[in-house]
């Protein structure tokens, strides 16, 4: 089970750090990832992390603002957010992540959402 938390309402180049903690033994397994979801549209991929911790790959979107980073000792995944923008707006999601047969990320074992507000 995953549990996110750290959104809330910021101004426009503030920045904000988002936290999700894993229960159970089996979180060091896992390459780990988060993603959004803007109101009506669909669920994207922001930023993901593999399980060593050793690499980690972002959405254009986000690249140079966003950084994501794990504490296994902690089974905690985290996005610190800098430079946020308006469109950045959404709902946050962690997830255990895996790669389809193109090479496109996506997400399974949800955790809950945590929203992010961007005022301009």
């Known amino acids: 089970q995953l549990q996110a938390s750290g959104g809330g309402l910021v101004q426009a180049g503030g920045s904000l750090r988002l936290s999700c903690v894993a229960s159970?033994?089996?979180?060091?397994?896992?390459?780990m990832g988060w993603f959004r979801q803007a109101p009506g549209k669909e669920r994207d991929f922001v930023a993901t992390?593999?399980?060593?911790?050793?690499?980690?790959y972002y959405a254009d979107s986000v690249k140079g603002r966003f950084t994501i980073s794990r504490d296994n000792a902690k089974n905690t995944v985290y996005l610190q957010m800098n430079s946020l923008k308006p469109e950045d707006t959404a709902v946050y999601y962690c997830?255990?992540?895996?790669?389809?047969?193109?090479?496109?990320?996506?997400?399974?074992?949800w955790g809950q959402g945590t929203l992010v507000t961007v005022s301009s």
């Open positions: 997830a255990a992540v895996g790669t389809d047969s193109s090479g496109r990320y996506y997400g399974h074992n």
């Open positions: 159970g033994r089996t979180f060091r397994n896992y390459d």
């Open positions: 992390i593999t399980w060593s911790g050793y690499s980690t």
